[in-house]
């Protein structure tokens, strides 16, 4: 590790997740959230903290059976469902269609204004530098939510936006090739598992979770032995200081 690295380490350590307060974590889908940090979402509701969850697009496109208009209902329903099996009440739906048929401005402003509305400390969204990452909407969502997480302390630009400014302070990546902070959690494995398979059956009623099951234990576990914490889930985090003009920054 250079010098400068740990300079930056010492002057500005990554933000402690589980010490803030209100959490608001965005989706690209229905089932995204539920996939990439569901336990962690699960631990902080039953630890009491405030949690949001923002799901950009209505998932429309997420079956080859079941006709999107109708499908957008379901996964909404499905949502809520799941979101309730982790300890979360509060859901909020943009409604862009799925598979990027929107504009940048809409999900920019979409996002912009459930920031300024629900006012977190602490936002999750999907990593958008992961190389192998070719879905649009995955990249779409992560590349908006660093953006609003970036400028939203700032009352003038934020109001550009139409919405008020928010204390951000932290910016989690889940789905990441290169985490940074873990959080464990063990004994939320079984909410995560039920929230994904027994909630969003329009995705995995026939047995497709399978794969997605083993991966989820083996990424807990993966992430466990990394930080000495049995079970956890691990995301790429950064702080104010890390957000702007410190490429040292990077893992």
Known sequence: MSITRLVLRAAAPLPDIEKNSRFLFIGPHPDDIEIGAGATA????????????????????????????????IRKAECIASAKALGVTDVR????????????????EGIAGAVGDFKPDTVFAPDPCVT?????????????????????????????????PAPVNALCY??????????????YLKAQSGAIFDCHKSQFADGSGDAIKIYLKLRALDFGLRSLKGMAEGFRVLGTTQMHCLPEAEK
């Open 42 to 73: 699960a631990k902080l509701a039953a630890m009491g903290k405030s949690v949001c969850f923002l799901i950009c697009t209505d998932g429309r496109y997420g079956s080859e059976t079941v006709p999107p208009e109708e499908l957008i209902e």
């Open 93 to 108: 739906f943009l409604g862009l269609c799925d598979s990027g048929f929107y504009s940048e401005a809409e999900l920019i």
């Open 132 to 164: 192998s990452e070719c879905h649009a909407d995955h990249l779409n969502v992560g590349r908006a939510a660093s953006r609003i997480a970036c400028f939203a302390p700032y009352s003038g630009i934020m109001s550009r936006y139409g919405t008020d």
């Open 174 to 187: 889940y789905m990441t090739a290169k985490p940074t902070r873990f959080v464990k959690t063990s004994g």
